[in-house]
């Protein structure tokens, strides 16, 4: 398992990987909202937290596509199947290699970009602890989708619909969290992301096999 | 079959070859029909527990452009929970020259052939490979040919799907 983990994060480390391309992008983002919305200081903070979330979770969507769906053209999906690890365990360490090349470093840098819309230090901790808790479950609920879309030429087009209304409760939740630290109101929104991000972890591997299986097969 | 033996699968362009293979790996579900192994007086019908006996080459090669050739070996060996001893099966292959190139400067004979030395490192009894000659030049041609052979002779079964005489001494099956 660790093999697998290793090599996919090798790989989105590397020239042409994912990493760098949703590092960017987040953080594109989180430069040009404060440019577009004004230097209104008040407001966005108000709006810090959802805007970073969101951008957040479209940048890990922008790896997504290819979880799968590389290995799978280059033939090295059916050499892994038949490896003695099981598709659920394979499954969990490419899901666990995304959120290591993705979710883990948009989480590190996010307090920095936190910054630029004004967030005051507890909300730059609400923001941080947010995304360490919630990312998991958006790479977790996305390998669901890249496991459905794997065979699907373009499949990129596909994944964002079928993974986006799945990840609402994270973004509300997340949103939530830094808006709880921002009013001092508590709100409870950590919590249930917790929970949701535990349950997204916990049960994504079996549907993800589930679904990789039923490409193989076709 | 029995231990030992090689078989190729012989027949026109959409004959169901490698649907066929993919059957044995237990990767595609038959339509009607069962595949038995017996191995150590037990039966296997199971198509995802006879995959971990199946060695697989598929018609793509599993080479990533971005790992080098020594790097994607050592990979699939971890993997398989097989003797990591990759030079050997470099040399074996004919590739120690190349083991530090990363896949996007292969030829296609080149990616064949680091796919052949995946599955000699794999060390699987069941072999089931596609058009293994296919891109490879005379050289690469007779390595397949022995490779296959002393595979047999060690007690392992290879099924190969192929277009031309693999050059060894084995039973053919031909698919209309």
């Known amino acids: 398992m660790s093999a697998l983990l290793l090599r996919d994060v090798r790989l989105a480390a590397r020239a042409g990987g994912s990493a760098m391309l949703a590092l960017a992008f987040f953080a594109g983002v989180a430069t040009l909202v404060p440019l577009g919305i004004g230097s209104d200081l008040a407001r966005l903070a108000r709006i810090g937290g959802g805007v970073l979330w969101v951008a957040a979770v479209l940048a890990a969507l922008l790896a997504l596509d290819r979880l799968f769906q590389a290995d799978y053209e280059d033939g090295s999906l059916d050499v892994i199947a038949l490896s003695p690890l099981s598709l659920e365990a394979a499954a969990a360490a490419k899901t666990a290699a995304h959120w290591l090349a993705t979710g883990l470093p948009l989480t590190l840098l996010s307090p920095l970009l936190g910054v630029m819309f004004g967030l005051p230090p507890d909300g730059l901790l609400a923001l941080f602890v947010s995304l360490l808790v919630g990312t998991p479950a958006v790479s977790a609920m996305g390998a669901v989708g890249a496991g459905l879309t794997l065979s699907v030429r373009r499949g990129g087009l596909i994944l964002p619909l079928i993974v986006l209304p799945l990840l609402a409760p994270a973004v509300i939740f997340g949103a939530g969290a830094v808006l709880e630290a921002l009013d001092a109101i508590p709100n409870g929104a950590l919590g249930l992301l917790a929970a949701f991000s535990f349950a997204a972890c916990v049960l994504s591997p079996f549907a993800t096999a589930a679904a990789v299986r039923l490409n193989l097969g076709s | ?176």
């Open chain 2, 1 to 176: 079959m029995d231990a030992g033996q090689a078989l190729a699968i012989e027949g026109p362009n959409g004959a169901g070859k490698t649907s066929l293979l993919r059957m044995l790996a237990g990767l595609l579900a038959p339509a009607s029909g069962i595949i038995r192994i017996r191995i150590g007086g037990a039966e296997i019908e199971d198509g995802e527990e006879r995959g971990k006996l199946a060695g697989w080459l598929g018609h793509a090669d599993a080479v990533k452009p971005q790992m080098t050739v020594r790097e994607t070996l050592s990979f699939f060996a971890r993997l398989y929970g097989s003797a990591p001893a990759v030079d050997e099966a470099l040399d074996r292959l004919g590739l120690a020259r190349l083991a530090d190139l990363p896949g996007q400067y292969l030829s296609a004979g080149q990616k064949k052939r680091v796919a052949l030395a995946r599955l000699a490192l794999c060390a699987r009894p069941l072999w089931l490979m596609d058009e293994p000659l296919a891109a490879l030049d005379g050289a690469g041609k007779r390595v397949v040919a022995d490779l296959v052979a002393s595979h047999c002779t060690d007690g392992g079964i290879a099924i190969v799907a192929t277009h031309e005489p693999l050059g060894l001494d084995c039973r053919r099956l031909v698919l209309a």
